[in-house]
């Protein structure tokens, strides 16, 4: 190594370090190219032994032969203190010890120390060069999950954009939609044109933002494994064990193996177009007429109504649907009815005294179904449930009931309702497969819920014993 005096004289005496560029002036003296044109800017003197400098020294030659011989102690030097770096970088910084041992529980370079310690209690150890091998063998198994991962997450994104602009132009497509029929309709309509259409461009922006949110999840996690795709195969190039485990352990971070190659794309879902606006879609005049009666004509449901019950009848406009007890008459001889004469009682006889008649009351519940099935399209139909302590009305299994002051759902929904509707409006949207209640005296949105098609409209009350005056009515229009 050369002493303190010798390395001394790689210096330039005005910088006091390694020469670069070094020029030679008439004295022999030897500066840096620009410390020694600063010097000369002020004046026209050697900085060491004041000798004069003559107006040609502006172009002073370069000293080849320091120059050269302080590029190579330069290069000598940083040699030196890489193979020092080299050396301290495998020893322990805590106990200076070399690292010689591989941490499998907490994956981290450890020295004989570090292994007896507490922070390591317990823990299982393995040569540097032995834990190696199958680490790698890891590294590669998950190589193909990364790729498959990064795959299946980049079909998600593209189906998620692709959502994105369906819903755009649905969004467009229904404000067209509404701006033409709102056309139809006089001055002071305007201002509900402006509420739904209000309505819609927020249902837009939130159905986009949580479209926007998971695409955004989506390329995080792709962009997140495309850097593990590209991180890996570098470490998995290092073909030396101890330097392949180093990097390992300097890039991991705080996670384990399974943590940092966890497939995102299982754990990712599309959201996909459920823009709508419900009857609005379809029945936008209808509604609108419900607020002003004067102004559209409607277009309900014509619906007819059908039972196979015994005593259940249904109106001849198939409006009504009605129970009327069957009245029974048992002829009687004294305390003993006739006998049935299939039976093996067909040679006793008993003379006929009178006849007693009773209500078949067996029958509790009226049911029906409507005539037509729906199938596609939009539909729309109102009930008279009145003042009734039971009914059940909707499709056959997707329904809304009333049971003395209750109000439940056939998905087990209790809701809470203010008032006691007298009407109940019923929409069906057979495309989107969603059912819709309402109470129709003022159009206030009850429930919707998830349906299936084909179906028919269902109806169910209770009755009491006799005649039942206040049936089950569908409204016509």
């Not at 994104?157 to 709102?182: G, P, V």
């Not at 179906?455 to 169910?460: I, N, R, T, V």
Request: net charge negative; with cysteine; glycine share 4%.
């Amino acid at each position: 190594m050369a002493s303190a005096s010798y390395t001394e004289d790689w210096n330039c005496s005005i910088c006091v370090t390694f020469f670069t560029d070094p020029v030679v002036l008439l004295c022999g003296h030897s500066f840096c190219r620009e410390c020694i044109n600063l010097s000369l800017s002020s004046q026209r003197q050697c900085p060491q032994c004041r000798a004069d400098v003559p107006e040609t020294g502006k172009c002073l030659p370069t000293n080849h032969s320091l120059k050269s011989l302080v590029e190579k102690e330069v290069d000598k030097l940083r040699r030196e203190h890489e193979h020092v770096k080299e050396v301290d970088e495998w020893l322990c910084h805590e106990h200076e010890e070399r690292l010689k041992l591989f941490c499998v529980t907490d994956q981290q370079l450890v020295c004989i120390i570090c292994r007896d310690g507490e922070k390591h209690q317990g823990h299982k150890f393995t040569p540097v060069k032995e834990a190696a091998a199958p680490l790698r063998e890891k590294l590669e198994a998950y190589m193909q999950g990364i790729a498959d991962d990064v795959n299946a997450t980049a079909r998600l994104a593209n189906t998620q954009r692709e959502e994105i602009a369906k819903t755009k132009d649905k969004a467009q497509q229904l404000t067209t939609q509404i701006s033409t029929q709102f056309k139809e309709m006089h001055q002071f309509l305007w201002k509900r044109e402006d509420e739904i259409k209000n309505d819609l461009k927020l249902k837009e922006e939130n159905a986009l933002e949580e479209m926007s949110d998971t695409l955004n999840t989506m390329e995080t996690a792709l962009t997140e494994s495309r850097v593990l795709e590209e991180n890996v195969p570098c470490v998995l190039e290092i073909t030396d064990s101890e330097r392949f485990i180093k990097s390992w352990t300097e890039n991991k971070g705080e996670g384990t193996l399974e943590h940092l190659f966890r497939p995102r794309a299982n754990e990712l879902k599309v959201v996909n177009d459920s823009l709508t606006l419900g009857p609005y879609e379809s029945h936008l005049q209808f509604f609108m007429w419900k607020e002003m009666l004067q102004v559209v004509q409607p277009r309900a449901e014509l619906l007819s109504l059908r039972s196979g019950i015994q005593n259940i009848t249904v109106s001849n406009d198939g409006r009504n649907l009605m129970y009327s007890p069957i009245i029974i008459k048992e002829p009687r001889c004294g305390n003993k009815p006739v006998q049935n004469t299939s039976s093996y009682y067909s040679n006793v006889h008993y003379p006929v005294v009178n006849v007693s008649c009773r209500e078949d009351t067996s029958v509790r519940v009226a049911s029906a179904f409507s005539s037509n099935d729906f199938t596609s399209g939009q539909h729309y139909w109102e009930l008279e449930v009145g003042e009734r302590d039971y009914w059940k009305v909707g499709l056959e299994n997707y329904y809304l009931s009333y049971n003395q002051n209750n109000y439940v759902t056939s998905d087990h929904t209790q809701l809470t309702l203010t008032g006691r509707p007298q009407k109940i409006g019923i929409y069906l949207d057979c495309l989107s497969k969603k059912l819709s209640f309402y109470d129709a005296e003022n159009m206030t949105h009850i429930y919707t819920m998830s349906t299936s098609v084909p179906a028919k409209a269902y109806f169910e009350y209770k009755f009491s014993q006799g005649a039942d005056h206040n049936p089950l009515r569908v409204c016509w229009f």
